[in-house]
Structure formats: structure tokens, C-alpha cells
């Protein structure tokens, strides 16, 4: 009897690790494709809607950063050894729980190029929309930094138009993008940084190599 | 009874929503939209299915203060394994039913089949009984699913009607979920008393 | 304060029944009288506490480090399913009184989905507090766990004492017995839903 029992639990423990041993690399594939159409999403787009290069995000390992006791992944669309945007990706509290989205800011800082949500768990037919409301998400695609804020604003003036009847997801939503936005700031800045560290080491490097020159 | 009987008893005369009131959390929980529910019983018959053919092939075999046990571990491997399945190749749709679908292994209509059909029928029978069982959860989960989404999204299968605004929200939450389905068994019990 | 976020969040706000259709079955089948919903309730309070206890050290000490997170359900459920049937005949062999008052739901809590619902929530969903979010210790873990259990039982008083109303008035007849039962439910859901965004 404990036989059997014990039995059925061995082979069943069996079978399934089998099974997750086969499915493992298509479930990492999987996550793997999301992740790439989100980059393509708010990477691969001129502000006009056009596409700069249908398919061709090639994605590495990305980068973190670390900001305020959150990380942020991001990946860069490098073109003529010049980095043109930047894909974050940032992660709030919606009303539901943890809102991640994609977030494509161009170089210059002057437009977010696209959104793309990534994981929710906002209500169905409400909050949930942020994923299908072509209006909400239409205007997150090549929104001017300049001339928009990032707030959601009832009437719109100058900011976001909120998703009817889901005013928190469509504020953290908004939070989101802005969260990357400061991120993007300390990416940009972080880079300035470790280029003159390169080239002061490379200066150090060199004055040594004359130094034994010298002797 | 009838091969073809096994099939579609589970549509009306035995429908484990309507009639036998079994698996009411996936039922309410996940019926936010027509496709949704249709995911769900969808699952659901998948496991129903091949949980009847393991535990038919088995029963003469295992003893029976411990048959419980080991029903409840064939069905957890199987749904464990429609995880796997979900996650690899539907992603979406395992997003969205979430926590539900390891609750398969709690739903009593798969325990129920194996417990009254599956272990005292052959494999073919039982694998019969599964897809009419479960077809009959699918059909009504679709439906129920189906009239949330019409009346609190104004869309069908994510289809939105034409020229119409927002719907009742409350019928895509959870207040929603109890009252069409009341109002659904009523309906339902009222053909049957006509029939 | 974040201890207080868990208990009103599990209580009100995210009631198991009424928000997350979680214990529908149990729910329907044994509210008909306040006595019976009563016992019911404690006996779900315990089964949920003490399973949560016991799902979190085996997740967290034993799947965890082996890499084997891919048994959680099937190893849930049999710790489960042997708890209850522990606790069963323990509580016979030391307190007789209280297995005469929980003894008969005991057998019904295993298939009850709150207890695996609530064990697999905690070990794999991120809770919020404020604009933050992490996974819960085992500390907070059983709290949360014995709170949700503390709003089944609400859910299940309040509804028992509509049901003992219920049953003396004139339903039609389609609508007798669970049409109406859940439509009640639903006007109560209704009420519960006045509690979002307090949290």
C-alpha cells in the first residue's frame, strides 16, 4: 500500500522532471521572443510610426543601472558606434500590483518613442486596457518630451489623457515612463562619466610606458 | 450507455456548472471575458482527459485506502505538465488565468470523474467521459464568460460592438461574476422545467 | 504598518471569497446555517494557517535549493492532503470537544482551493506596499494566511445570516435554492467592493 503510494509519487516526480527538462528551453525561448518584441516595439520606430529596421534588435545581455533601490535593465540601438535610444525597462506599482513596461527614449531626449507593457496584473476591462486602449497607447508613441508633461491630466492641457475609469493604472503607468525617463538621465550621465574614467586610465597608461622610455 | 451519450450528456443533462454546481472558483474567477473562459475549459479538459485515462488504466492496481492519494498526485503531474505546456507556448494566456490553473488539481469535477466514472470503466470509456465532461465546463464558462464581456465591455470575443461606449463595469468584476451566473442558472432551470 | 496593510488588504479589500473566488464550493455548500459556517470557518482558519506554515518552509528549504520549484504544485498538494488528515487524528486523540465541532469539515477542506490558493500566492506573487513590492517572509506569510482566513469566515458569517433570512422568504421557483444564493453573494461582493483603495 505505502509501495504503491510511494511509487506513483516517484514516478510521477520522474515523468515531470522529463517533462520540464523538454520544456525548459522553449518556455526560456518564449520569455526570450517577449522580450524581443517589446524592444522592437519602442526601439525600431521612427516618430512618424515608420519602421527604422523591421526585425533587427539583437538582443545581448542588457545593461543595469541602479537607481534609488531599484534596478533598471536597458539595452541600446547603437547606430555608426553612436548609441540613437535607449529600451528601459521599468517596473511599478499599478493597482492590481507590479506594472512593468518598456520604455524606448530616443538619444537626444527629446521623444519617448513607444511603450510596450510587459507584465500586469490590473483588472480585466478596467486597468487592463493600458494593453489594448488604442487611444491611451497611441499617444504614447513619439510623445514630445518638450512640449508634453508626464501627469495625467483631467481636462488635458498639456500631459496624459487617462484610460476612462482607471485613473491609478493610467497614473502609474505614467510614473513608469517617468521613472525611466530619470533613469535614461543617470544611463546618459553614467556615460559621460566612464569615458573620461577610459581615457584618464588610458593617459595613465601611456605616462608609465614613458616613464620606462624614460629610464 | 452510448458512446455519443458519453459525449454529450455533460452539454445539458449532466452539466457540471449548471446542474451539478462542481468547479465554481475557475468558474467565476476566470470568466472576465468569452476567451478567457474558453482558456479555462479548455485547461480544464486537457486534464480531465488524460487524468481519466491514467486513473482507468490504473485503478485495478492500486489499493484502495490510498486510491485518493495517488489520483490527486496523477492529476497534479498533469496539470503540472499543462503548466510547462502554457508557459512555453500560450504565455498570454497563462498570464492572464494565472493561479487557476494549478488549481486545476482542486477542482472537484476532476477528482469527481475519477472518483465516479474512471475508476470502474475502461480507458476509452472514461477518456469518452472526460471530453463530454469537460466539453460541457468549456461551453459553459464560454457562455458565462460571453455575457460578462457583452455586458461589461460591450465586446464579443474582443470584438467591440460598433458605436457603443463602456459597459456595466461591475459585470467584469467580481459582483458581476455571481449575478450572471444566478441569473444564468435561473434561466437555465427554466428550460429544463419546460423540457 | 505594513503588517496592518496585509491584514485589512486580506480582510476587506482583497476578500478571498468575494474578490478572488477563492472556497466558492464550501462557501455555497455549508452557509445554510450560522453554526455550521461557524465551525467551518475555524476549521479553514487552522487547515490554511498551519498549511502555510508548513508550504513555506517546504518551498523555501527544501524546492528552493534543490531547483526543484517544478514539484510545487504536486508537493503542495500531498502536504496538504497528509496535514489534514494529521490534524484529523490528532485533534480526535486530544480534544475530542473540538473534533465533535471541526471534525466533519476536515475530510471537505483538502479539495477547499483557499488552502493551495493561499500556499501558492504566498511563495510565488509579490506583494504591494505604498509604490513598492516584494515577496513576503514566513512571518508576514502567516499572517497574511490566517488574515485571508479571518475574511473567508466574515464572508461566510455574513452570508449564512442572509441565507437563515432567505430561506423564509417566498423565492420563485427558479430562482430557489443557489441562483438566488449567488446573487446574494454578488449584491454582497457588491458592498465589499466600497473597500477597494483603502489600502
Given at each position: ?71 533598471y535593465e536597458y539595452y541600446t540601438q547603437v547606430e555608426n558606434d553612436k548609441p540613437v535610444a535607449y529600451a528601459i525597462k521599468s517596473t511599478v506599482v ?11 527614449i530616443s538619444a537626444d531626449r527629446k521623444l519617448v518613442l513607444n511603450t510596450s507593457v510587459l507584465a500586469h496584473s490590473e483588472t480585466p476591462g478596467l ?89 | ?195 | ?199
Amino acid at each position: 500500500m505505502v509501495l504503491c503510494l510511494f511509487g506513483t509519487c516517484l514516478f510521477c516526480s520522474a515523468v515531470l522532471g522529463g517533462v520540464y527538462a523538454l520544456t525548459k528551453e522553449p518556455i526560456e525561448q518564449t520569455n526570450a521572443k517577449i522580450l524581443q518584441t517589446a524592444v522592437g516595439q519602442v526601439l525600431l520606430r521612427n516618430a512618424d510610426g515608420t519602421d527604422i529596421k523591421e526585425g533587427t534588435a539583437i538582443l545581448e545581455a542588457p545593461d543595469v543601472l541602479e537607481m534609488d533601490g531599484k534596478s533598471y535593465e536597458y539595452y541600446t540601438q547603437v547606430e555608426n558606434d553612436k548609441p540613437v535610444a535607449y529600451a528601459i525597462k521599468s517596473t511599478v506599482v499599478g493597482f492590481g500590483g507590479p506594472l512593468t513596461l518598456m520604455v524606448g527614449i530616443s538619444a537626444d531626449r527629446k521623444l519617448v518613442l513607444n511603450t510596450s507593457v510587459l507584465a500586469h496584473s490590473e483588472t480585466p476591462g478596467l486597468g487592463a486596457k493600458c494593453t489594448s486602449d488604442e487611444k491611451f497607447m497611441s499617444q504614447w508613441k513619439g510623445l514630445q518630451l518638450e512640449s508634453t508633461k508626464l501627469e495625467v491630466q483631467k481636462p488635458v492641457k498639456d500631459g496624459i489623457d487617462a484610460i476612462t475609469a482607471s485613473t491609478i493604472t493610467s497614473k502609474a503607468y505614467t510614473s513608469a515612463v517617468a521613472n525611466a525617463l530619470a533613469a535614461f538621465d543617470k544611463i546618459v550621465a553614467g556615460q559621460t562619466v566612464s569615458e573620461n574614467a577610459e581615457e584618464a586610465v588610458l593617459e595613465e597608461t601611456n605616462n608609465v610606458e614613458q616613464e620606462v622610455e624614460n629610464e | 450507455m452510448s458512446k455519443f451519450g458519453l459525449i454529450t450528456k455533460g452539454l445539458v443533462k449532466d452539466n457540471p456548472t449548471f446542474v451539478l454546481l462542481l468547479g465554481m472558483c475557475p468558474t467565476l474567477a476566470t470568466t472576465t471575458s468569452a476567451m478567457n473562459g474558453l482558456s479555462m475549459g479548455l485547461a480544464t479538459l486537457f486534464v480531465l482527459v488524460l487524468s481519466n485515462m491514467a486513473i482507468s488504466a490504473l485503478a485495478p492496481a492500486v489499493p484502495d485506502k490510498v486510491h485518493i492519494p495517488v489520483y490527486i498526485v496523477v492529476i497534479a503531474t498533469f496539470v503540472t505538465v499543462l503548466q510547462f505546456l502554457m508557459q512555453a507556448f500560450v504565455p498570454d494566456i497563462y498570464a492572464t488565468l494565472g493561479l487557476f490553473i494549478p488549481l486545476i488539481v482542486v477542482n472537484c469535477i476532476v477528482l469527481g470523474r475519477a472518483e465516479a466514472f474512471a475508476n470502474k470503466n475502461s480507458v476509452v470509456d472514461s477518456a469518452l467521459d472526460g471530453i463530454g465532461v469537460g466539453l460541457g465546463f468549456t461551453c459553459s464558462l464560454t457562455v458565462l464568460g460571453a455575457v460578462r464581456e457583452i455586458l461589461g465591455s460591450l465586446s464579443v470575443f474582443g470584438w467591440k460592438i460598433p458605436g457603443t461606449g463602456d459597459g456595466m463595469l461591475a459585470f467584469v468584476m467580481a459582483p458581476g461574476a455571481f449575478i450572471a451566473l444566478g441569473y444564468l442558472m435561473v434561466l437555465f432551470n427554466k428550460f429544463l422545467a419546460k423540457k | 504598518m505594513e503588517i496592518l496593510i496585509i491584514i485589512v488588504s486580506a480582510i476587506f479589500v482583497n476578500n478571498i471569497v468575494l474578490a478572488q473566488f477563492l472556497g466558492i464550493c464550501p462557501y455555497l455548500g455549508v452557509s445554510n446555517k450560522l453554526s455550521t459556517a461557524t465551525g467551518m470557518s475555524a476549521a479553514v482558519a487552522f487547515v490554511i494557517t498551519l498549511a502555510t506554515l508548513v508550504t513555506y518552509l517546504l518551498n523555501q528549504y527544501l524546492l528552493v535549493p534543490n531547483q526543484l520549484e517544478f514539484l510545487q504544485t504536486i508537493a503542495f498538494i500531498l502536504v496538504i492532503a497528509a496535514l489534514v488528515q494529521m490534524v484529523e487524528i490528532v485533534l480526535k486523540k486530544i480534544s475530542p470537544a473540538l473534533y465533535q465541532a471541526l471534525g466533519i469539515f476536515l475530510p471537505l477542506i483538502t479539495t477547499n482551493c483557499a488552502v493551495l490558493g493561499v500556499a501558492i500566492t504566498v511563495v510565488t506573487k509579490e506583494f504591494t506596499f505604498g509604490d513598492a513590492s516584494k515577496m513576503l517572509n514566513l512571518g508576514e506569510a502567516l499572517i497574511y494566511a490566517f488574515a485571508t482566513a479571518l475574511g473567508y469566515g466574515l464572508a461566510m458569517i455574513l452570508f449564512a445570516g442572509l441565507r437563515e433570512h432567505l430561506a423564509l422568504n417566498d423565492v420563485p421557483k427558479s430562482f430557489k435554492g443557489i441562483p438566488i444564493a449567488l446573487i446574494t453573494v454578488g449584491i454582497l461582493a457588491l458592498a465589499f467592493m466600497g473597500f477597494a483603495g483603502i489600502a
